[in-house]
């Protein structure tokens, strides 16, 4: 009689343990461990050992994570229409006036050296005036061209999958956290499933105790209950009554909690103000964004100089006043990864990522929803379900061991 108890005991044992292996192994480790094999019946085998399921694919996981937020969540062009331009020229009037007097003297005693020495206190502080009133607007005008050309300057969807890319604990992180109660429900279901086909294979071993029955039992029990757990955390996709009773999927369930959690994660980790700012400045697209500056300044350094202009195209040449300018453009460009930061506060406030995120996730459809954390079940799915199909096979061989 203890013999036959032990069998649903050990089959819950193996659910337990077969759904925790598998969620360790489509996690961890971040980096392959063993030993590479340079050629593998399989991409997802690298060799004999394991790389997490997730970090090995993280591209193309990423990818289609990102989908989601670029499809869905996030319309580039209407969040940057967002931010103010003027706000911007305002926020960053101090730190352009300052850029701006530091340009016309390095720019003069370069190219004019004894005219700008000689020149009267009075016409500097003119000059000095006049910058600090263009820059202002050279600013907005920059502003402006970039918000209206963003989706030209700005690509949100590679910018994100780098980010996830370069930190697969960070793509971990937001599949463990928006799904953490799913995680538990899949090992603890392993528990009950694993009990309550032991009881079956108890009946079935008692009626007719073939040697092949636990084995074969114990199979079932390490494919069922890893299959059976992902069912219920996705499906029914829309809510099922029976009765009293509401059935859908656990993950859907949770919609407007998990909304929080990946509006967190994604604000504060992948699409943060310095992310965007580095991207517009260092991508494919930035030299775009070099001659929308250059264009800007060079326009602002003509109307800054009025009609010294013409004094110094007579008295120095037109190629030192183009030098000039040339020298205007190099150091704004050169400053502004510095000074830009200055509109970081105000940019993450306008754009205001966490609550649109929060906002439009929440108003998902549960089709649309079960996106947020279905690839990291997806991928590779049928080796999860062939480890757990193992190990409940072997201990079903433990378990004949035992009894025999």
């Known amino acids: 009689m203890i013999s036959l108890i032990v069998i649903p005991v050990v089959a819950a044992v193996v659910g337990w343990i077969t759904?925790?292996?598998?969620?360790?192994?489509?996690?961890?480790?971040?980096?392959?461990?063993?030993?590479?094999?340079?050629k593998t019946p399989h991409p997802a085998i690298k060799g004999i050992g394991w790389q997490g399921i997730i970090p090995s694919k993280a591209g193309k996981i990423a990818s289609i994570s990102v989908d989601l937020l670029t499809s869905k969540l996030v319309d580039v062009k209407e969040q940057f229409s967002k931010i103010d331009p003027e706000i911007v020229s305002k926020e960053m009037q101090p730190t352009v006036a300052r850029l701006s007097k530091n340009i016309i003297n390095e720019a003069m005693s370069s190219q004019i050296p004894r005219i700008w020495k000689v020149l009267p206190e009075f016409r500097k502080k003119a000059i000095y005036s006049s910058a600090a009133k263009e820059f202002p607007l050279v600013t907005k005008a920059i502003m402006i061209e970039v918000r209206d050309n963003i989706t030209e300057l700005f690509d949100l969807k590679n910018m994100a999958?780098?980010?996830?890319?370069?930190?697969?604990?960070?793509?971990n992180e937001l599949f463990l956290k928006c799904g953490k109660n799913e995680f538990v429900f899949i090992q603890r279901s392993g528990i009950y499933f694993g009990f309550l086909f032991g009881l079956v294979q108890m009946v079935i071993w008692h009626y007719y105790p073939a040697w092949w029955i636990l084995p074969i039992g114990g199979l079932v029990?390490?494919?069922?209950?890893?299959?059976?757990?992902?069912?219920?955390?996705?499906?029914?996709?829309?809510?099922?009554?029976?009765?009293?009773?509401?059935?859908?999927?656990?993950?859907i369930k949770r919609q407007q909690e998990v909304a929080i959690e990946y509006a967190k994660i994604v604000a504060g980790n992948i699409m943060t103000i310095d992310k965007i700012v580095d991207r517009l400045l260092n991508s494919e697209h930035s030299n775009k964004l070099v001659d929308i500056v250059k264009q800007n300044v060079l326009n602002g350094v003509d109307k800054t100089a009025g009609f010294h202009k013409s004094i110094i195209q007579i008295s120095a040449g037109s190629e030192t006043y183009d030098a000039?300018?040339?020298?205007?453009?190099?150091?704004?460009?050169?400053?502004?990864?510095?000074?830009?930061?200055?509109?970081?506060d105000y940019a993450g406030e306008a754009l205001d990522l966490e609550y649109t995120l929060r906002d439009k996730m929440s108003a998902l459809p549960p089709e649309d929803f079960v996106d947020v954390l279905r690839p990291a079940f997806q991928e590779d799915e049928w080796i999860l379900i062939l480890v757990g199909t193992a190990l409940g096979c072997a201990a079903g061989f433990l378990q004949l061991l035992f009894l025999l």
């Open 19 to 38: 759904n925790v292996i598998a969620i360790k192994m489509t996690f961890y480790p971040l980096k392959f461990k063993g030993y590479p094999l340079e």
């Open 161 to 171: 999958v780098e980010s996830l890319v370069k930190s697969p604990q960070l793509l």
């Open 221 to 251: 029990v390490g494919f069922a209950t890893n299959w059976l757990a992902l069912k219920l955390i996705f499906e029914p996709i829309n809510p099922i009554k029976l009765g009293p009773i509401k059935i859908q999927g656990l993950f």
């Open 324 to 344: 000039i300018k040339q020298i205007a453009v190099e150091r704004f460009l050169e400053e502004l990864p510095k000074s830009v930061k200055e509109i970081f």
